[in-house]
C-alpha cells in the first residue's frame, strides 16, 4: 500500500520559515522523481517543486524560486521543502506527490501517487 504522509505544517509569522517532511512507503522511493504542491484557498493546486530521483536536478515555480528548497534522502525515504521568508500569500494546505518516473514534471496529471496534505498558515 502506497503512503505519502507530509508533516511539518503550521502557523508561522510572515518572514519566519517552516521545513515540511513527506515520509513515504509502499513504492520504490529512490526510483521515482518527486514533487511539491499547494492548493490555496479558492485556487487551483499549482506546483513548486520538483526533484529527481537522485536528487541531482530541482526544478522550482517562480512562487518558490529563491525562498523554497526541495531535497529528499533516499536512505529515508523521506522528502523536504525548507520555506524560508514565508508570505502570507504561501498559505496554502502544501501536498507532496510520486511521480512514478525519474524525471520531473510540473503537471499535476503526470504524479502517480498523492499525501493528504498538511497545512501552511502565513500571519502578517
Known amino acids: 500500500q502506497v503512503q505519502l504522509v507530509e508533516s511539518g505544517g503550521g502557523l508561522v509569522q510572515a518572514g519566519g520559515s517552516l521545513r515540511l517532511s513527506c515520509t513515504a512507503s509502499?513504492?520504490?522511493?529512490?526510483?521515482?522523481?518527486m514533487g511539491w504542491f499547494r492548493q490555496a484557498p479558492g485556487k487551483e493546486r499549482e506546483n513548486i517543486a520538483c526533484i529527481t530521483w537522485n536528487g541531482r536536478f530541482t526544478n522550482y515555480a517562480d512562487s518558490g524560486q529563491g525562498r523554497f528548497t526541495i531535497s529528499r534522502d533516499n536512505a529515508k525515504n523521506t522528502l523536504y521543502l525548507q520555506m524560508d521568508s514565508l508570505k502570507p500569500n504561501d498559505t496554502a494546505i502544501y501536498y507532496c506527490?510520486?511521480?512514478?518516473?525519474?524525471?520531473?514534471?510540473?503537471?499535476?496529471?503526470?504524479?502517480?501517487?498523492w499525501g493528504q496534505g498538511t497545512q501552511v498558515t502565513v500571519s502578517s
Open positions: 506527490a510520486a511521480r512514478g518516473f525519474r524525471y520531473c514534471s510540473v503537471h499535476q496529471a503526470d504524479y502517480k501517487y
Open positions: 509502499g513504492f520504490t522511493f529512490a526510483d521515482s522523481a
